[in-house]
């Protein structure tokens, strides 16, 4: 297994912080279009990936070694749970439900567990 090194998680913090000001961007145009209905999960889907970029600052400054396949899994994880956030903020704005919604951040928790649960297993048999 490879570790990743301080470059790469420099890298992904780049794509983190590119990724936050993207969904901020689209949830603010998003928002204005919507005639005035607002949504919280629309509003603030961009802190799941600060939530990862503060994760990465964390592994860096305590000098934590993080596997390749944990860290894919990990970020996977954070992309579906932002996903979630924004397709809830878009059906909170039309005013509809969808009985199928709890899927996204269901499958976005167990990539983060599954992404732990690999990292703890690596580290332990090394």
Same mark, same amino acid.
């Given at each position: 297994? =490879?570790? /990743?090194?301080?470059?790469? /998680?420099?890298n992904?913090?780049i794509?983190?912080? #590119?990724?936050s000001?993207?969904?901020l961007?689209f949830? %603010?145009?998003?928002?204005v279009? =919507?005639?005035?209905?607002? =949504? ?5 889907a961009?802190?799941i990936? %600060?939530?990862?970029f ?8 305590c ?5 390749? &396949?944990?860290? $894919? ?5 954070? %992309?579906?749970?932002?996903?979630? =956030?924004? #397709? ?9 439900? $969808?009985?199928?919604i709890?899927i996204?951040?269901? #499958?976005?928790?167990i990539l983060? &567990?599954?992404s732990?649960?690999i990292e #703890?297993? &690596?580290?332990k048999?090394e």
């Amino acid at each position: 297994m =490879s570790i /990743l090194d301080i470059k790469d /998680l420099k890298n992904e913090n780049i794509f983190n912080i #590119v990724f936050s000001i993207f969904i901020l961007l689209f949830g %603010i145009i998003y928002e204005v279009f =919507s005639h005035g209905v607002i =949504s919280y999960f629309m509003i603030f889907a961009f802190l799941i990936p %600060i939530i990862n970029f503060l994760i990465n600052i964390l592994f860096i400054k305590c000098n934590i070694k993080v596997f390749h &396949i944990s860290k $894919n899994i990990f970020t996977a994880g954070v %992309i579906t749970l932002t996903l979630a =956030s924004i #397709v809830k903020g878009v059906l909170d704005i039309y005013g509809t439900t $969808n009985k199928l919604i709890f899927i996204y951040p269901v #499958v976005g928790i167990i990539l983060l &567990i599954i992404s732990i649960i690999i990292e #703890v297993n &690596i580290t332990k048999s090394e």
